[in-house]
Nanobody
Framework: QVQLVESGGGLVQAGGSLSVSCAAS????????MGWFRQALGKEREFVTA????????YYADSVQGRFTISRDNAKNTLYLQMNSLKPEDTATYYC????????????????WGQGTQVTVSS
């Protein structure tokens, strides 16, 4: 089992920056990948970005490419998401995800989830 706890988030004006982090505990040594998904009110959960835990390969949704940066600190078992040039359409609950086997842009493929943290971008 892996436990994930997000922190950060909040309210920011359009064009601003915000960061969120995710602390992992439990069976972290066998993690293959971690990622961030988001879910806006009334919409499905969508892929934002992911990183492989050992090699550090990164993947981004087109909508955030060039604005968001994912990183991880293996020693601290912590995942980070730096969000720049935020837009009102980035408003959503952001969820941290982890998996032992694979990386996927499909939320249903990930086994472990955090509780989510709210990011609100005002226009």
């Amino acid at each position: 089992q892996v436990q994930l706890v997000e922190s950060g988030g909040g309210l920011v004006q359009a064009g601003g920056s915000l960061s969120v982090s995710c602390a992992a505990s439990g069976r972290t040594r066998s993690m293959y990948a971690m990622g961030w998904f988001r879910q806006a009110l009334g919409k499905e959960r969508e892929f934002v970005t992911a990183i492989t835990w050992s090699g550090g390969s990164t993947y981004y949704a087109d909508s955030v490419q060039g604005r968001f940066t994912i990183s991880r600190d293996n020693a601290k078992n912590t995942l980070y998401l730096q969000m720049n040039s935020l837009k009102p359409e980035d408003t959503a609950t952001y969820y941290c995800a982890a998996d032992h086997v694979t990386y996927s842009r499909n939320a249903g493929s990930w086994h472990y989830w955090g509780q989510g943290t709210q990011v609100t971008v005002s226009s």
